[in-house]
């Protein structure tokens, strides 16, 4: 062991190898700049070889720091998590998740109450939003997004190929035994979604008649509540139908299901501070429960 690197000089490495400035290490560690230099220069003279060129404008990685830095990071990571798991977390941590506002109350909230018993620990802050592009004034941890995975501010992750089946009463659902009785059923559109009952139609082979009685919402949600009250039949993810099925607040008349049109993402940010496992803990989650 007596080859093994000081534990506070390898985290001074890693922090200012990720931020780029042993002025934001020393910051985010706690320390000055002047002991975050020390360390690291105490580093590089018991490896016999230099982590970084360093200039007046910028401090960059040599190619050995480079190959050095990731053996360093998993260590770092390795040791955290076995501490977190064998004596615990000392505090909570709050995670702010953003997420479409349907997909907040009809899928994650729903199954919240669960998470949470299972990590005591955790505190999850939910910002609910009705379009992807909405420019929120606080930073948050978790971004799901709703659309086709293409957004400039960061590299998306597919969570799931999402589809959407009818929903109504279930006592609408009795009378409607095959696609073509919804020829004559009120159907509920959503806005910015106009087309899903065309495609739907398209699908199972009809053509509705240009007066077909119909309810505009403005959101999924607010579909569902409308078909739950009765107004008509309403499309909606599969996974919250199953769900509100379940409940007993509606039914799925028909089996037939049609893909979205557009899909839930992980969108990640490029962030340049570490991500909290807490964070990691609630992405999983997420990944679960909306594959």
């Known amino acids: 062991m007596s080859n093994l690197p000081n534990l506070l000089w390898l985290r ?11 002025t934001a290490a020393a910051q985010e560690l706690g320390l000055t700049q002047a002991a975050v230099s020390t360390h690291i220069r105490n580093l590089e003279s018991q490896l016999g070889y230099s982590l970084f060129r360093r200039s007046t404008r910028k401090l960059t990685m040599t190619e050995i720091g480079k190959a050095y830095l990731p053996s360093v990071r998993k260590a770092i990571d390795e040791l955290a998590l076995s501490t977190a798991g064998l004596f615990g977390a000392k505090h909570s941590s709050t995670i702010t998740l953003r ?14 109450p669960e998470f949470l018993k299972a990590n005591p620990l955790i505190n999850v802050r939910l910002l609910s939003a009705i379009w992807a592009e909405t420019v929120l004034e606080t930073e948050v941890d978790i971004d799901i997004r709703l659309g086709n995975g293409k957004w400039p501010d960061g590299h998306a992750e597919l969570l799931a190929k999402d589809t959407i089946v009818p929903v109504c009463t279930p006592s609408l659902s009795q009378e409607i035994k095959s696609p073509e009785a919804l020829c004559f059923t009120p159907l509920i559109h959503i806005l910015g979604f106009e087309d899903q009952w065309s495609r739907y139609f398209a699908h199972c082979g009809l053509t509705p008649s240009e007066d077909h009685p119909r309810v505009m919402a403005d959101t999924t949600l607010a579909a569902a509540e409308l ?6 039949v309403a499309l909606i993810l599969e996974r919250a139908a199953i769900r509100q099925k379940d409940t007993g607040r509606l039914a799925i008349p028909l089996k037939t ?33 909306l594959k």
């Open 257 to 289: 299901s049609i893909p979205l049109g557009q899909d839930h993402y992980l969108v990640e940010r490029d962030h340049k501070t570490r991500t909290r496992q807490e964070v990691e803990t609630v992405k999983d989650w997420l990944r679960h429960i």
């Open 227 to 232: 078909a739950a009250s009765g107004a008509g």
């Open 12 to 22: 001074s490495f890693e922090s200012a190898a990720r931020l780029g400035s042993f």
């Open 99 to 112: 997420a479409p506002i349907s997909t907040t109350v009809l899928v994650i909230a729903p199954q919240l």
